[in-house]
C-alpha cells in the first residue's frame, strides 16, 4: 500500500501503470484500497493504467467508483478465436453496471 501510494505521490499530473495491481494485498482489503485510489487520482490528478486477473480486485474497484461508475473503464483482452487477433471489449458507465448485474466475465 505504501508503495502504491509514492507511486501515485512521484506520478503527480500524469500516468502511473501498475501491473497485478492487487499483488500483495489480501482480498479483504481491496476496497479500502481502491477508495484510497479514488482519492489520490483526483487528488494528485493521475490517469492510472492497471492490469489485474483478480475478479475481487475489480469488484473493489467498481465499488468504490460506484457513484461515478463513467470515471471507470475496464477493458478485456481476449483472442478472437476466427480472426486469431486479440480483440478489446471496453466496459463503462452503464455497460460496466450491466456487465456486473449480468455476471459477465470482466477479467
Known sequence: MYQLFLSFFVSRHGMLLADE?????????????????????RQWNVQLVATTHSGECIQAAMAAFEDAPDDLAIHKL???????????????????????????ETR
Open 21 to 41: 495491481v492487487e499483488n500483495g494485498l489480501h482480498h479483504s482489503v481491496l476496497g479500502d484500497v481502491w477508495t484510497h485510489v479514488r482519492a489520490w487520482l
Open 78 to 104: 481476449f483472442r478472437n478465436e476466427e480472426t486469431g487477433n486479440v480483440d478489446v471489449t471496453t466496459f463503462t458507465g452503464e455497460a460496466l453496471e450491466g456487465a456486473r448485474n449480468l455476471n459477465l
